[in-house]
Every structure is written in structure tokens, then in C-alpha cells.
């Protein structure tokens, strides 16, 4: 058994939406630790750019700013990518929405904003680029990892419908997918991450002691816990895990 390279990323190419901050980036840094070749995408270029520069100090990080919420931005995205990679090792699909407003009141536009991002991006992502993770899929898996949330596996107290909604269909979306690629060596997995900083949760980001007071642990999640997670997931260590989803929450999950 060899558990030295149990982890390691070490020669493998990533492709990171919403990379430039938050749970993304934090995955990112992660990755780059463990030896892969790390591409981030966010809607934002000079945002994105500048998460890039500051990770190249930590190994191979390239900046390719897309809008996912469109077949038209993914496709560019993948374009974009193929001018750097023929293969794909590891896709997370991170970029995320949310929207909160009164059942009374809640917007079309807030619905379609968010399931568009978080539900049908990754599945016409992951789709456009299975020709390429196939291609990665050879002397090791090649792995798609969602990032859903605690929202999707639990109800919170917040009127964030289209957000709840679309957290839950991507675990289900999760397992569907999984069903097809998992014959062509494309192992498909989610996190359901909990409270942690970033601009999505300016709670657990500007009130942490307030939001670890109703984690069980006691406090928000780290940057170690979410990148532990998603290593896990898409190195070796995680071969077998097909169509499940990861929480990582601190347990807060089970105590709303």
C-alpha cells in the first residue's frame, strides 16, 4: 500500500471555477501544495488575474476568467483551457449565487440567477469536458468534484429559495452523473461545505465568533478543511468515492 502518494496531485492538471476567492481559492492554494497544475476561473479577469499571480508563488496557477452562467461562457472556458492542456485531471465546479428575498416577493430574476450557476453550469461544463477528462482518465481517475452546501442537505432559516433549491439538486446531480461516468473512469463527487469566510458567507467572514457559536466544533471552517476535503477527493485517496457528497461543516448540519 503505498500511503506516500496516497494525496498527491503531483503531475495532474486542475480546472477551479470561482477560483479567484473563497472556498475556490482555498482549494486552489490546496492543490497547488500537492503538486498540480492549477487553472482558476472566475466572471471577474482582474480579479481572477491577480488570484493567479498571487498562487503562482506556490506552483503553476493560470488565470482564465469566464462567465460559467452561459453555454456561450463555458464554451469559451473550455477553449481557453485547451490552449494550455489537452487533458483534464480534476474539475471543480465551484462558482456559485445566492439570493435571498420574502416568499412574497422573490424575484424571477433571483431564481433563474442562481439555478442557472450552481445547477446547470456544472452539468454543461462537466459536459463539454469530458472529452478531456477521458483523456486524463488513464493511468489514474480522472475526478469532478461539485461544491454544493449544508443548504442542500439541510433547511436553514433564511428565505433563500432558489439557493436551497439548487444546492439540493446538484447533490442528486451529483449521484446521476456519477452513474454515467463512472464507467469511463470519471468519478464524479461533491462537498457540502458549512459556515466559512469568504463573500458568499459574510457572516462566518465578518461575525466568525458569533457563527462558531452554533457550530458544534466550536468554530468556522479553515482553508486546511475545505482543501483536506477536496484533495482527498481528487487524489488517489478518493477512487472509490463515486457519487457521494462530503460534509464539512463542523457539524452544524445536524444541529439546525
Known amino acids: 500500500m503505498d500511503t506516500q502518494n496516497l494525496f498527491s496531485l503531483q503531475g495532474r492538471s486542475a480546472l477551479i471555477t470561482g477560483g479567484s476567492r473563497g472556498i475556490g481559492r482555498m ?26 499571480q498571487e498562487l503562482s508563488a506556490l506552483g503553476h496557477c493560470v488565470s482564465l476568467p469566464a462567465d460559467v452562467s452561459t453555454l456561450e461562457g463555458i464554451q469559451g472556458l473550455v477553449a481557453a ?31 433563474d440567477k442562481v439555478v442557472d450557476l450552481n445547477m446547470k453550469s456544472p452539468f454543461f461544463l462537466t459536459q463539454a469536458l469530458t472529452p478531456m477528462l477521458k483523456r486524463a482518465a488513464t493511468e489514474h ?30 447533490i442528486h446531480l451529483t449521484k446521476r452523473m456519477a452513474l454515467t461516468l463512472a464507467p469511463q473512469r470519471i468519478a464524479v463527487s461533491a462537498i457540502a461545505p458549512g459556515p466559512f469566510a469568504s463573500e458568499m458567507n459574510k457572516d462566518a467572514r465578518d461575525h466568525a465568533d458569533d457563527v462558531a457559536n452554533r457550530v458544534p466544533l466550536g468554530r468556522i471552517g479553515t482553508p486546511e478543511d475545505i482543501a483536506g476535503a477536496a484533495i482527498y477527493l481528487a487524489s488517489r485517496a478518493g477512487d472509490y468515492v463515486v457519487g457521494s457528497t462530503l460534509v464539512v461543516d463542523g457539524g452544524c448540519a445536524w444541529a439546525r
Open 81 to 111: 483551457y485547451a490552449q494550455h492542456e489537452d487533458r483534464l485531471d480534476i474539475l471543480v465546479n465551484n462558482a456559485g449565487a445566492a439570493w435571498g428575498a420574502p416568499y412574497d416577493t422573490f424575484p424571477e430574476s433571483g431564481w
Open 27 to 52: 482549494i486552489a492554494e490546496g492543490f497547488l501544495a500537492q503538486g498540480a497544475r492549477v487553472y482558476i476561473s472566475a466572471r471577474k479577469a482582474a480579479a481572477c488575474d491577480q488570484a493567479a
Open 141 to 170: 481517475l480522472a475526478k469532478v468534484i461539485h461544491i454544493a452546501s449544508i443548504d442542500g442537505v439541510t433547511v436553514n432559516p433564511w428565505e433563500t429559495y432558489s439557493y436551497a433549491a439548487s444546492k439540493a439538486g446538484l
